[in-house]
């Protein structure tokens, strides 16, 4: 079957936009998570939604939020973009969450 | 607070030679660990996970709840065995939050 899609791979934008990013799961995958991976800090979480709610949140702020859809794709959003939002953004989906997550190649963010 | 260490940015061993991958973790429950793995180019994924108790591609792991730790071992690394290890908890429950280790990167020489 097909693994986690993330869309677009790449994305150069500049301080103060937005910025929206997707994923869609594995068929038959209700949880979806978001990932923040830099050099500095690593992998960190930022949200999962499960069944179109959010179901846990990381510790970012406000700026970063998210959405699932009734077909359990999900976006994420940033604005109001810093340089150090620059990082690799993945999303995991899981058929409950608390089964093996599958992980996506992630979404390149650049900020200039 | 929960938190993962992987004392290890990286480790260098020759092929043949024992591997072990150290984790420690700080949580107050009764976490579930997991062991993540990225080979270049490629996704992260699943390598192993503590309830499993399974062995896989020779790896193995114990939780060891006194020592709050979780290492990563194999016998005898192999070269196809490179790439980037990542230690991650997950606080209990069905929710698809995990706090990952700042990953170890294991480097296997021929």
């Known amino acids: 079957k097909a693994g986690v899609t993330q869309t677009p791979r790449y994305l150069i934008k500049t301080r103060g936009q937005q910025v929206t990013l997707s994923c869609s799961p594995i068929s038959g995958h209700r949880s979806v998570s978001w990932y923040q991976q830099t050099p500095g800090q690593g992998l960190q979480f930022l949200f999962e939604?499960?069944?179109?709610?959010q179901r846990n949140k990381g510790n970012f702020p406000g700026r970063f939020s998210g959405r699932q859809f009734s077909n359990s794709r999900s976006e994420m959003n940033v604005s109001t973009l810093e340089l150090g939002d620059s990082a690799l953004y993945l999303c995991?989906?899981?058929w409950g969450g608390g089964n093996e997550q599958f992980f996506g190649p992630g979404t390149r963010l650049t900020v200039l | 607070a929960q938190r993962v260490t992987q004392p290890e940015k990286l480790l260098s061993v020759f092929k043949g030679a024992p591997v072990e991958l150290k984790c420690n973790y700080s949580y107050s429950g009764s976490p579930e660990l997991f062991w993540y793995v990225q080979y270049s180019r490629q996704r992260l994924q699943l390598l192993l996970r503590?309830?499993s108790r399974e062995s896989i591609k020779g790896f193995t792991a114990d939780l060891n709840k006194g020592e709050t730790s979780f290492h990563l071992k194999k016998p005898f690394a192999q070269e196809e065995d490179s790439a980037m290890y990542y230690c991650?908890?997950?606080?209990?429950?069905?929710?698809?939050?995990?706090?990952f280790g700042k990953g170890t990167k294991l480097s296997v020489k021929p």
């Open positions: 995991a989906s899981s």
């Open positions: 991650a908890l997950r606080g209990g429950g069905s929710q698809g939050n995990l706090i």
């Open positions: 939604y499960f069944s179109e709610t």
């Open positions: 503590h309830i």
